[in-house]
């Protein structure tokens, strides 16, 4: 029995760039290009009749927005996977790429046989995020704020608006301590006041 190839479609305006990565997937034995756009209106149309198993998107086609066509297409076909592959390594960008719904995000200069990873590790359920551009969102999102239970305790009454005393009665603590308490979490969170304490507790889920 023949091994199943995954199908793949590939949009991006750049014919050369099309044609090599094209005959690169096909000759990894494990997938295959059927179709090729250089506008995105034309692969939404093309979408319209047949998905793919794999779609393969650059986010600079002209007059047009990637990211909101990323996102669209995610949600009309929920079964087709979405890979950008672009020269694009802002953090900005590939946040929002992400949180779009893409499953996995490429860099046009990594190797091919990265893009076929990502291909198959998509198709297969997986997430793919290239490990340059994993360095990338590493280096820039902020550092995670570890919360000791006793302090989620007393940041959880500052977010229900208390003072040191309305916290002391509370906790059983001294007015001092709770005062200590919230004086640490604003520098252990980089709060400049409490309500930006609280911001940053509700936003980052830390209570």
């Avoid at 979490?185 to 830390?206: G, I, Y």
Wanted: proline share 4%; aromatic share 6%; charged share 25%.
């Amino acid at each position: 029995m023949k091994k199943y190839l995954i199908d793949v479609y590939v949009a991006d305006d750049h014919a050369m760039f099309c044609e090599g990565l094209a005959e690169a997937i096909n000759r990894s034995g494990l997938a295959r290009v059927s179709r090729q756009f250089n506008t995105l209106p034309t692969c939404a149309a093309s979408l319209k009749e047949r998905c793919p198993d794999v779609l393969l998107l650059d986010l600079s086609m002209p007059g047009d927005d990637g990211v909101a066509f990323c996102r669209q297409v995610v949600s009309d076909y929920p079964r087709m996977k979405v890979v950008v592959v672009t020269v694009h390594d802002e953090y900005a960008l590939i946040r929002r790429v992400l949180d779009s719904g893409a499953h996995g995000y490429v860099l046009k200069l990594s190797p091919v046989d990265v893009l076929v990873n990502a291909i198959v590790t998509v198709w297969r359920g997986g997430r793919f995020i290239a490990p340059e551009v994993k360095d990338i969102i590493q280096r820039s999102e902020p550092k995670a704020v570890h919360i000791t239970p006793a302090e989620q305790n007393v940041l959880r009454l500052i977010c229900d608006g208390l003072t040191n005393t309305g916290i002391a009665a509370r906790l059983g603590l001294t007015v001092e301590t709770a005062g200590w308490y919230r004086k640490h979490l604003l520098a252990k969170c980089e709060a400049r006041n409490t309500a930006e304490l609280v911001r940053k507790a509700l936003r980052e889920h830390l209570i």
